[in-house]
């Protein structure tokens, strides 16, 4: 074996070719010069085999001939004058000829002929058709072994491609084919071909649902080895498309953006087949014609056919802007459309200040009134213009200017309606100027019918004998009533007792920290140091008079009690 | 429709009228009557229900001295109203027309160039300019419209599945070192037609440079690289849309010696790499070896290693691997026996776990020469592993059973074969099993006088266990075609396909008559 690998190989290198001009090689009765290429079809073939005939000058005995480049040798018989063989190809391959002959001097010889033969059984647009035939038929009969010996090796990603074919054959029943030849081009050697054909496919999946599918592929065909395999496949969406197909399609659009508070809401849709996580969303705002990075967010997972939402907090704008938002801005995700991840909107980033109605109350002739900022924005130096009506117009009383209001924050300003008196209409007007921008300039101001009270809303302290009793050995307690309509604080309880005809101070002055409007509270204090004895006690509350009240003249009172 | 058929008149008075008689004319001239028919549930049926339909097909090829040059040229074309074959009444389906001489080449219409896997590997229709030989000096230039279609490039009614892109590019090689070293530098571009284009659909432009080289190294090796470069605007229309540029290469090592052969292969492209053709995978990584053993003249040992994975610029969620091992034992028994015993293993993970699988597929074939005919069989056991999706789990038994020979019987060539497939798919999580068969038989008489029969008998059975959708499929079809004269030929084909399922509402059947006469000159 290994003696005659050698002599082929001298003879391929090395022997010069003029030593062999007295051999022939007749295939199929022709005569083939050395060097030569030729096609072989099955039609041509008589009995459907190709025939070998080998003649040489030389007295020979014996010659093998090798189709493959010298690697299996077979017998040729003698015949016709010379040593036949009868190949029966039975697929389309490519034929190396080589002989290899024993003179009778039992001298080994090789010739290589350097003859090519390709054998096809059908002619290339015929092959091409049936090719696509078979591959019709294999997978509606869901046999991948076959259907995937249609494609060449060198198909892009045929792992993937082979594993999807798998899925299609789990996932896809009762699968069935149709197909339109849209185009067929070969290349000038008539090796390979690029055909585009519509296919369109219906089935059903392992639930019994119907799943349609069509396209126009464009395939790529290639003689290999005189086998045609399709060698690529463009726009393919049919083949494979249960693990092809499936990815994830995120999309966003102008519609998705909203503003809500001080924050951008954005919601995210997967349109895809597949799972989507950690989708990272970038936010975008427009400065002097070109985009600025403002942050980015993530949303943990979308699933298919799903949507989520993210917010980020553009603090640092005021004012109408750009705003962009991109989703898996660095392709992280691989999806069946990446043109659909954008989306921009003009957003107003601005205070929203609004005054309703219920926010305007009154004490007395002073009018408060709360003013909220429901926008994304503080506001600063606030003008809140107070009007009330007077003989059908509106007549402006002042103003107050509130230094600043929170996003989504509130202040309360007040005004002294001093001149007016019974039932007044009050109008407050926020921003009255409209110096502040806003997304709603409408709901600045509020009315309201208010009726002034000549007694203002105060407190009346008051105390009486009874209120003084004694709840210890040296404890003596004063109940302080407060009948007014307003709540008093910090009220202060001052202690006396009486030296023969004096009231002498006893001790600093008790505190109640508050009294609401009908309510009372109590003070105690601690005469111990008096000693056992009956004793005048006197209770005064508020005895500097810091607090006003309605009446002035009920503050104090006086009781006799034994201590001790 | 008028211009296409004004257009396609005129290039056959070109070619048959004298005096611009052209020297060698040859061609085919088809016209088929095809007949549908479709019962019981025809909505499932791609076919009309009860349909008689004409096509009309004609090629013509020309050659002729002109200039000094041969001036050669052909034309293919269709009429029909059968919708299954054309969506146009009339349609020209190939054309092109040139001039050559030794190393000249000028064409004009459908050709297809290939610069190399990464360039510019299209068919188009338009200019193609080829000056030198391959393996010398060569340059090569060619510009056009890829679609499918003559027709779509004066029709205003684009169909939603039609693509259409503008394509050019050059190639400049030669070959150095005695035609050891070839090396080649290509140019291709692309822009799609906005034309073709869904609204909103960007227009994308795609330039590539490639330089690719041959390089045969000794007498047992040689190697082959490319490596191409590709600027992407994904939209061209948008300039705030940046071009995108991202590069391929492939390197491919060839030992071949007399005992043993191994291909290695290295390739990547990059995931924002663009071809103009549209063929080339892309983010893709990829390393193979392909090799064979002869270790014996009876005893062929094939293997290979494939491995391959995306996510090449980590940027994405998730990557994914794929490993594809296999070994494949070819053994030449005696009396004519031939025989394979094959591994295959191919294995899929991702970084999100959410995809593992592994198949692996177990094979013996045996094939022997009986002289009268040939026959095989195999056996083929798959077991599908996937630790995400346990319902995908299973044991796949195939067996295949192929015979064929042929037979003469008083000058009368007879072949035939017959082919049995039985696939049964037990689901492991389920505890049921699906289960294929397919039967075939064919039988062709090829008689002296040329006229030729042939009958087919295609069974299939598919019973599936998870729901009530088993289907059968039988399929009959019965030819004859007789050559009456040298250069006509008359065939008929009778083509017949019934699909049941077990409630029976979805039944159905369809009839496909053919008479077809064939002119060649």
Redesign the interface.
């Known amino acids: 074996?290994i003696k005659k690998?050698l002599l082929?190989?001298l003879a391929i290198?090395f022997i010069t070719p003029s030593l062999y001009a007295q051999n022939t090689v007749r295939i199929n009765g022709e005569t083939v010069e050395e060097n030569s290429a030729l096609s072989i079809f099955k039609d041509e073939l008589t009995?459907?085999k190709i025939s070998f005939l080998f003649k040489t000058g030389e007295d020979i005995e014996g010659v093998e001939i090798s189709l493959d480049k010298?690697?299996?040798?077979r017998e040729m018989n003698a015949a016709e004058g010379g040593f036949l063989y009868q190949y029966?190809p039975?697929s389309d391959k490519d034929l190396f000829l080589s002989f290899l002959f024993k003179n009778k001097e039992g001298t080994l010889r090789a010739y290589n002929t350097f003859i090519k033969i390709a054998y096809q059984k059908k002619r290339p647009e015929e092959a091409i058709l049936a090719l696509l035939e078979k591959m019709e038929?294999f997978y509606?009969?869901?046999?991948k072994?076959?259907f995937m010996r249609l494609f060449s090796?060198k198909f892009?990603?045929?792992?993937?491609f082979?594993?999807s074919i798998?899925n299609d054959f789990?996932n896809y029943?009762?699968i069935?084919l149709?197909r339109?030849v849209?185009?067929?081009?070969?290349?000038?050697d008539s090796k390979?071909?690029?055909w585009?054909v519509?296919v369109?496919r219906?089935c059903?999946t392992?639930?019994?649902s119907s799943k349609d599918a069509?396209?126009?592929i464009?395939m790529?065909i290639a003689n290999e080895s005189g086998s045609w395999k399709i060698?690529?496949?463009?726009?393919n969406t049919v083949f494979g498309s249960s693990l092809l197909a499936a990815e994830a399609d995120l999309t966003v659009s102008s519609s998705d953006i909203s503003l809500s508070g001080p924050t951008v809401t954005v919601t995210v849709h997967n349109n895809g087949d597949a799972?989507a996580?950690?989708v990272k969303v970038t936010f975008y705002h427009k400065s002097g014609g070109t985009?600025v990075k403002d942050g980015n967010k993530t949303i943990s997972v979308i699933r298919e056919n799903s949507r989520g939402t993210t917010r980020y907090n553009f603090s640092s704008l005021c004012g109408i802007y750009d705003v962009k938002v991109v989703v898996d801005p660095?392709?992280?995700?691989?999806e069946s459309n990446e043109?659909n991840n954008e989306a921009e909107k003009s957003i107003t980033f601005s205070p929203e200040l609004t005054i309703a109605s219920s926010d305007i109350t009154n004490s007395g002739t002073t009018v408060s009134a709360v003013v909220h900022n429901n926008g994304s924005v503080i506001a600063r130096s606030v003008k809140v213009q107070f009007y009330h009506k007077s003989g059908g117009s509106w007549i402006s009383d002042g103003y107050n200017t509130i230094s600043s209001i929170g996003a989504q924050s509130q202040e309360t300003t007040s005004y002294n309606f001093s001149s007016l008196s019974g039932t007044c209409d009050i109008k407050i007007v926020i921003d009255p100027n409209n110096t502040i921008p806003e997304t709603n300039e409408d709901n600045n101001e509020a009315e309201k019918s208010i009726t002034f009270s000549s007694t203002p809303f105060l407190p009346d302290l008051a105390i009486s004998s009874s209120d003084i009793t004694k709840t210890a050995t040296y404890t003596v307690s004063a109940v302080v009533h407060n009948n007014g309509s307003a709540s008093a604080s910090s009220i202060k309880v001052k202690f006396y007792y009486k030296v023969g005809v004096n009231w002498v101070a006893h001790g600093s002055e008790e505190t109640i920290a508050s009294i609401a409007a009908g309510a009372q509270g109590t003070a105690t204090h601690d005469f111990s140091s008096l000693g056992p004895g009956a004793q005048n006690f006197k209770v005064v509350v508020d005895p500097s008079n810091a607090i006003s009240e309605t009446d002035e003249t009920n503050n104090e009172s006086t009781k006799t009690l034994t201590l001790g | 429709m008028k211009t296409l058929l004004k257009f396609i008149v005129l290039i056959e008075i070109i070619v048959f009228f004298p005096p611009f008689v052209l020297a060698n004319i040859s061609g085919e001239q088809d016209v088929t009557v095809t007949y549908y028919h479709v019962e019981g549930n025809t909505g499932n049926s791609f076919y009309p229900e009860n349909k008689v339909t004409y096509l009309y097909e004609g090629q013509v090829d020309f050659t002729r001295s002109f200039l000094s040059k041969e001036l050669f040229g052909s034309m293919s074309y269709r009429v029909t109203d059968d919708r299954l074959v054309d969506l146009q009444d009339v349609s020209l389906e190939e054309f092109f027309i040139g001039l050559r001489k030794d190393s000249f080449e000028f064409l004009a219409g459908d050709f297809y160039s290939s610069f190399s896997g990464y360039s510019v590997d299209n068919a188009l229709k338009g200019l193609r300019l080829n000056l030198g030989e391959d393996d010398l000096a060569h340059f090569k230039l060619a510009a056009g419209v890829d679609t499918s279609r003559w027709e779509n490039l004066w029709e205003t009614r684009c169909d939603d599945s039609d693509t259409r892109k503008y394509v050019w590019g050059f190639q400049l090689g030669n070959s150095f070192f005695d035609k050891d070293l070839k090396l080649n530098l290509n140019y291709g571009g692309s822009l799609d037609d906005k034309a073709f284009l869904s609204s909103g659909s960007p227009q994308v432009l795609v330039d590539v440079v490639s330089l690719d080289t041959a390089y045969r190294i000794n007498d047992v090796l040689s190697s082959s690289f490319e490596f191409a470069h590709s600027f992407t605007d994904a939209d061209k229309n948008l300039d705030e849309v940046k071009t995108k540029n991202d590069y391929a290469g492939k390197a491919v090592l060839d030992l071949n010696t007399r005992n043993y052969s191994l291909l290695s292969l290295y390739s990547r492209i990059g995931s924002n790499f663009n071809s103009t053709s549209g063929f080339t995978a892309a983010d893709l990584e990829t390393i193979s070896f392909d090799g064979a053993w002869y270790a014996h003249r009876n005893v062929k040992l094939t293997h290979y290693l494939h491995l391959d994975r995306d996510n090449l610029s980590d940027h994405l969620y998730v990557t994914t691997r794929q490993i594809n091992p296999g070994v494949i034992l070819g053994l030449s028994l005696p009396r004519e026996v031939n025989c394979d015993i094959g591994f295959d293993s191919r294995k899929r993970y991702s970084t999100d776990k959410y995809t593992n699988d592994e198949t692996q597929a177990y094979s013996v074939n045996l094939g022997k020469n009986f002289q009268v005919f040939y026959g095989n069989i195999g056996y083929t056991r798959t077991v599908v592993k996937d630790k995400v999706d346990l319902a995908q789990e299973r044991d796949v038994d195939t067996i295949t059973l192929g015979l064929d020979g042929d037979f003469t019987i008083r000058e009368v060539i007879f072949s035939w074969n017959i082919a049995e497939d039985i696939n049964h798919e037990d689901y492991k999580e389920a505890g049921k099993a699906d289960l294929f068969l397919t039967h075939s038989l064919g039988m062709r008489a090829d008689f002296p006088s040329a006229l030729s029969i042939e009958a087919r008998v295609n069974l299939s059975d598919s019973d599936y266990y998870s729901n009530s959708l088993d289907n059968n499929t039988a399929n009959y079809v019965f030819s004859i075609s007789r050559c009456i004269k040298d250069n006509l030929t008359f065939s008929v084909n009778y083509d017949y396909k019934d699909y049941a399922y077990p409630d029976g509402d979805d039944n159905y059947s369809e009839t496909v008559m053919t008479a077809k006469a064939a002119v060649r000159f």
């Open positions: 074996m690998l082929v190989f290198f009995g459907g010298g690697r299996i040798w029966r039975l038929r509606e009969q869901e046999n072994q076959r090796s892009p990603s045929r792992i993937k082979e594993q798998q789990y029943n009762n069935r149709d339109r849209e185009r067929k081009i070969f290349s000038s390979s071909a690029i585009d519509y369109e219906k059903n392992r639930t019994g069509s396209a126009v464009g790529r060698t690529g496949f463009n726009n799972i996580r950690n985009w660095a392709n992280a995700i691989s043109t």
